[in-house]
């Protein structure tokens, strides 16, 4: 199932690649084509293995650094989320207050 996409992926992973052996990693580098960049050599992880089979973090997320980037982003918004749900029912709280109603409606008495 899609071989001609794994084919044509592992093409374009090899077309200008450099593969080296680095402490018994293999690491892909190739050169950016962005000229604003300067064509500087990056790491690259590639969707597909050597032996044909899906790498599915590389296909997903690009990565294992690129996951964990996106877990940690992940989790300081949700803990902003989770800081503005707090403020609000503490909001509430105050609102339902009868001291603080007494203080509104002397205000708007006034």
């Given at each position: 199932?899609?071989?001609?996409?794994k084919?044509?992926?592992?093409?374009?992973?090899?077309?200008?690649?450099?593969?080296?052996?680095?402490?018994?990693?293999?690491?892909?580098?190739?050169?950016?084509?962005?000229?604003?960049?300067?064509?500087?050599?990056?790491?690259?992880?590639?969707?597909?293995?050597?032996?044909g089979?899906?790498?599915?973090v590389?296909?997903?997320?690009?990565?294992k650094?690129?996951?964990?980037?996106?877990?940690?982003?992940?989790?300081?918004?949700f803990?902003?989320?989770?800081?503005?749900k707090?403020?609000?029912?503490?909001?509430?709280?105050?609102?339902?207050?009868?001291?603080?109603q007494?203080?509104?409606?002397?205000?708007?008495?006034?």
């Amino acid at each position: 199932m899609f071989e001609g996409l794994k084919r044509s992926m592992l093409e374009r992973i090899e077309r200008g690649a450099v593969k080296s052996e680095i402490n018994g990693d293999t690491v892909y580098l190739k050169k950016s084509k962005l000229p604003l960049i300067g064509g500087e050599w990056q790491q690259i992880n590639p969707p597909v293995n050597e032996d044909g089979s899906w790498n599915i973090v590389n296909l997903i997320f690009g990565g294992k650094r690129n996951f964990i980037i996106l877990l940690i982003i992940l989790a300081i918004a949700f803990m902003v989320l989770m800081q503005f749900k707090v403020n609000f029912d503490y909001l509430n709280i105050l609102k339902d207050n009868p001291c603080v109603q007494a203080c509104i409606q002397h205000k708007a008495n006034w």
